[in-house]
């Protein structure tokens, strides 16, 4: 007889039932829904166009008030800028440069003007000098609108002699042991009505309790304060 070989059979192995649930190459399960990722991007961008819409809403906002602030100062001082002088006796020239400064950041309008406050220190019989045109004009000149001597005595002189260059009544602002000191607004050389009612509105302000203080820390007792 021939020569036969004889195949073994070879018996398979039962299949697991876990198999089943898992797809060949991604392992991914049967019968599971996969989850779905949520691109990252999308939301940046959108969060990125919120800011910038904000901040130009924001800019545009702040940049109206900014408008609206200046066409209201710029129509409160319709008629422009002017400044007036007030001399002062060097010992009171500390407070008093205090106050010009208040009034001056707050850009201060009378009559359609915003009137700059400038305060300069000098010797009272000095003023009262040139006032008197005893001597040639240095420090008084047309935008010399006030004055504070150390003296109502000095103020009475100018009152006796020259009286057309008060403008008002001299009311003292402030008093220490070297002398009483009256605010003398002046008229004449040049002081025109609006320098004239500037003179007389810093008076009011020099005498407002906000004021004060600075007269107090410079050893001064006011009339509000005797």
């Known amino acids: 007889m021939g020569r036969h070989s004889r195949v073994d059979e070879v018996e398979e192995p039962e299949p697991d039932p876990r198999d089943a649930l898992t797809s060949t190459g991604s392992h991914r399960a049967v ?11 999308p939301i940046a961008c959108l969060v990125l166009v919120g800011l910038l819409v904000a901040g130009w809403f924001g800019w545009n906002w ?13 129509a409160e001082c319709g008629e422009g800028d002017t400044s007036i002088r007030v001399l002062t006796a060097p010992s009171v020239t500390k407070p008093v440069s205090s106050a010009a400064r208040q009034w001056n950041e707050a850009r201060t309008v009378v009559h ?7 305060v300069q220190a000098v010797r009272s019989d000095r003023v009262l000098d040139e006032l008197l045109g005893d001597t040639d004009q240095t420090y008084v000149d047309d935008t010399t609108a ?17 009286p057309e260059l008060i403008g008002s009544q001299p009311e003292s602002i402030a008093e220490a ?22 003179a007389q509105s810093f008076r009011a302000f ?21």
């Open 112 to 118: 359609g003007h915003c009137v700059r406050i400038d």
């Open 177 to 198: 042991p070297s002398g009483d000191y009256p605010y003398v607004a002046l008229a004449g050389n040049g002081v025109d009505s609006v320098k004239q009612r500037a």
């Open 146 to 162: 006030a004055w504070l001597p150390e003296s109502l005595t000095v103020a009475g002189q100018l009152a006796s002699q020259r």
């Open 62 to 74: 702040a940049d109206g008030i900014l408008s609206n602030r200046a066409e209201a100062q710029a």
């Open 31 to 41: 019968g599971k829904a996969a989850r779905r990722k949520v691109a990252a991007w």
């Open 206 to 226: 020099l005498l407002a309790p906000a004021q004060r203080d600075a007269f107090d820390d410079a050893g001064f007792s006011t009339p509000a304060r005797r």
